[in-house]
């Protein structure tokens, strides 16, 4: 009998409590691959993503093999447009790198894998997992979490929250919530979530 594989998209807007879900996972053996710190990498690393980014926008793009993050940061939040050029370069090589990584796990003896993204839907991440589950967390509980983390105010928690697809949309496109809200425990829903699977 074939073993049942399944890929897990983990979501959830800023501050809603993705890693910690991550990381117990984790401690319960799946394997979690972090598509924002694997885009970081890619982007550096990347042939294809380095040379796309540097026909889009120049050689100024990289400076002594550096990303040059506030030229890439003007460009991208410049217009909506840009955003989808960049993410057009990037994500594409981030879904190859999650898939081959997949198929490496599962090459080990993995059942399941799962992949973190705040913007798994806006990636479209999601046509490539089997499952999805979002962390949903109150407003105010995400703002202050934000605001401690980054050391950042409360506007530029909102811009950054705004700036994302709304819970209620991602709520709709998910298998299953988990919600992070201090009164229902993580770790019963997480259980329950991998016993479904």
Known sequence: M???????????G?????????????????????????????MLEDKIIVS?????????????????KQLLASYIFSSPDNALKVNSIVHPRVKQTFLKWAD???????????????ILFEAGFDDIVDRVVMINAPLEIRISR??????????????????????EEK???????IMNDGIMSLDVQIDKLISSL
């Open 14 to 42: 800023i501050g809603s409590g993705k890693s910690y879900v991550s990381s117990s996972l984790r401690l319960r053996g799946i394997p979690v691959f972090d598509s924002d710190s694997e885009a970081k990498k890619l």
């Open 52 to 68: 796309s980014l540097k026909g889009l926008l120049g050689d100024d793009v990289y400076i002594a093999g550096n990303l040059n």
């Open 171 to 177: 709520m709709l496109k998910s298998d299953f919530i």
């Open 104 to 118: 490496e796990c599962f090459m080990r003896g993995c059942n399941v894998v799962a992949i973190e993204s705040a």
């Open 2 to 12: 074939r073993t049942l594989r399944i890929k897990l998209g983990v979501t959830g």
């Open 146 to 167: 934000v605001m401690l983390r980054d050391n950042v105010t409360r506007d530029k928690v909102m811009e950054r929250i705004n700036l994302q697809m709304p819970d």
